[in-house]
């Protein structure tokens, strides 16, 4: 089993830019390709991006290209999002995940998942 804690959500003005961590342990993070999803209030939980387990493929849901990044420290155990030019309506909880396997779209749904980091945007 792996384990992923996420950090470095907030508020920022639209504009803004933010960078969220997931570190992972209790496994060997290369195993896993890694994701980012978000939700807010009322809506189901969202497809943001995904990264192979060497970094070498990234995908990435068309209302964030350009503007995010997915990238991971295979050394350190962490996958990181790289959120700029940011705009409100990209507010929710951010979630990372976790599985042996490689999915590119919201119709996969990763088996491990941490317990999410609070992005807030303001216009």
């Known amino acids: 089993q792996v384990q992923l804690v996420e950090s470095g959500g907030g508020l920022v003005q639209a504009g803004g830019s933010l960078r969220l961590s997931c570190a992972a342990s209790?496994?060997?993070?290369?195993?896993?390709?890694m994701y980012w999803f978000r939700q807010t209030p009322g809506k189901e939980r969202e497809f943001v991006t995904s990264i192979s387990w060497s970094g070498n493929s990234t995908y990435y849901i068309d209302s964030v290209k350009g503007r995010f990044t997915i990238f991971r420290d295979n050394a350190k155990s962490t996958v990181y999002l790289q959120m700029n030019s940011l705009k409100p309506e990209d507010t929710g909880v951010y979630y990372c995940?976790?599985?042996?396997?490689?999915?590119?779209?919201?119709?996969?749904?990763?088996?491990?998942w941490g317990q999410g980091t609070q992005v807030t945007v303001s216009s």
């Open positions: 209790g496994s060997t993070f290369t195993r896993y390709a």
């Open positions: 995940a976790a599985d042996p396997s490689l999915g590119t779209s919201g119709s996969y749904r990763p088996y491990y």
